[in-house]
């Protein structure tokens, strides 16, 4: 079992910056894969971004790709996606995520509550 909780969320200006981090429980937090998602009013949950065990294999939706980076730091069992260029459609609630083998682009074994992100233009 994985619980996840992030922060780091709140009210940026178009082409500001953001940057959230998940901290994880549990002490196999460094062979899960991890990612984001997110999801905005109205609109269907996407996919965001996703990061191996190790960190060197990352994956990011298009459109995100070039502003967004997933990094972990597995010393601290935690997850970050820095969030630059932010645009006013990245507004939504940002989901951590785990998974045991991998993180797809729909689904993931464990979720955190989420971190709302509101980016003003």
């Known amino acids: 079992q994985v619980q996840l909780v992030e922060s780091g969320g709140g009210l940026a200006q178009a082409g500001g910056s953001l940057r959230l981090s998940c901290a994880a429980s549990?002490?196999?937090?460094?062979?899960?894969?991890m990612g984001w998602f997110r999801r905005a009013p109205g609109k269907e949950r996407e996919f965001v971004s996703r990061?191996?065990?190790?960190?060197?294999?990352?994956y990011y939706a298009d459109s995100v790709k070039g502003r967004f980076t997933i990094s972990r730091d597995n010393a601290k069992s935690t997850v970050y996606l820095q969030m630059n260029s932010l645009k006013p459609e990245d507004t939504a609630v940002y989901y951590c995520?785990?998974?045991?083998?991998?993180?797809?682009?729909?689904?993931?074994?464990?979720w955190g509550q989420g971190t709302q992100v509101t980016v003003s233009s």
């Open positions: 990061i191996s065990w190790s960190g060197s294999s990352t």
């Open positions: 549990g002490r196999t937090f460094s062979s899960y894969s």
């Open positions: 995520v785990a998974d045991r083998v991998v993180v797809t682009s729909t689904r993931a074994d464990y």
